[in-house]
DNA sequence: TAGATTGTTAATCGATTAACAATC
DNA sequence: TAGATTGTTAATCGATTAACAATC
């Protein structure tokens, strides 16, 4: 008899990106030799509340100590768990355009566990080589390839125009979350996770702001 | 007498945020040549309430038609002047490594009025010259040569350790909007408009997700 | 024990949505 | 006029915050 599946507590978006901020502040204490952080100390640094903080936290479990804080490594430790960085995830890159290229080149990301195995392209003169050990393969065989290298992760560095196409093939390749840089709304599957990063609707905010200014 | 400043309704973050995708949207059905279109049916291609679609447009103003919906090209124009897109905005771009080379390569901004007018890097081995016309400077001069070009939006593409040193350079110099690259909280005065798109962050949102389908 | 800080409940705030009178 | 759709009000929902008993 199947169990009914277990009802997850919903968590806030944007908990999730606070859990993220926290772990790299948690970092930072942890490297600077603190050993305990109190949830108001840690809240103004990024001028939020503490009981936020104490909260955001809750949704997972009791990490702290009454009267004395959360003990820095420990807390780090949960938040590396919870955010699943305490292991190694393979990534395609698809697109090795200007923005596809800056973002392989950029370490950063392989020293937190996320590493682009493969690179994807249409363009046959970019296709057949490798850059750094990583092959670029051509779109020919997208889904044979995720699969034998068990990728999960996606990243769209595609022009708009091409973008529905590509997610379509690395989710019929079994991705399960797609990071798109395309300037437009893609369509997935409800089981997979879509992160959209607009760098068109950054600059449009920023000019709005700037618009107000003034008046 | 200085008249009291004029209190505008505070918009909701999101609200500017969706403008944007409205606008994209809007430009599409003109090329299409659809020249009406109802809060119902412009809702339903971003999964939006209707409701929701009506109330982000009359914090600015009243643009529709009842009975009708609204015309495509009067309410793209609208936007495009709440957005402030119906100018040309030079940018300052910090940091010519990987990302910001690919920032600045990246066409699709120009297009959309804002365009990189000079390019800072502290590495003298790229300064001195120009790209497509666009002059790569030291960091010596940044005030003077932002105020020498009315520069009021910056972007940082530079590490983590140099980011809150290239902010404050780029404030002092007169920015008003900053877009950060760079995987760091930064602090700016009240009245300079801070946008942070964080890669890092993206990723590990990924992760969770994905650490979670599993259970 | 006295002081500090958590985990949690209840109050507050703000954003989303349903409903509908106004009106094209 | 009948039908459609807006602009807007009021209800709902969800996230943030204040307050405090529990407890180190």
Not at 64 to 76: A, C, D, E, H, S
Not at 204 to 212: A, G, H, N, P, Q
Request: aromatic fraction near 8%; proline fraction near 4%; hydrophobic fraction near 40%.
């Amino acid at each position: 008899m199947a169990r009914p599946a277990y009802r997850w507590p919903k968590v806030p978006e944007m908990t999730i990106h606070r859990l993220s901020v926290y772990t790299r502040c948690l970092r930072e204490l942890e490297e600077d030799g603190v050993t305990t952080i109190s949830s108001q100390e840690l809240a103004e640094r990024f001028n939020l509340n503490s009981a936020q903080v104490r909260k955001d936290l809750t949704y997972f479990g009791e990490f702290g100590v009454r009267g004395i804080g959360y003990y820095v490594t420990r807390l780090r430790g949960e938040l590396q768990k919870i955010l699943g960085l305490d292991r190694e995830w393979p990534v395609a890159l698809v697109g090795f355009g200007n923005l596809g290229a800056a973002l392989f080149h950029h370490k950063g990301f392989s020293r937190q566990g996320f590493k682009i195995v493969v690179i994807f392209d249409e363009d046959p003169a970019k296709t057949g080589r490798e850059v750094e050990g990583t092959p670029i393969l051509g779109m020919q065989n997208v889904g044979r390839e995720l699969r034998a290298r068990g990728i999960q992760i996606g990243v769209v560095a595609v022009p708009a125009e091409g973008a529905q196409a590509v997610a379509d093939q690395l989710v019929a390749g079994g991705v399960k979350a797609i990071l798109n840089f395309a300037p437009t709304r893609l369509r997935v599957r409800r089981d997979v996770r879509l992160q959209s990063v607009d760098l068109s609707i950054e600059f449009e905010t920023l000019s709005f702001y700037l618009t107000r200014l003034g008046r």
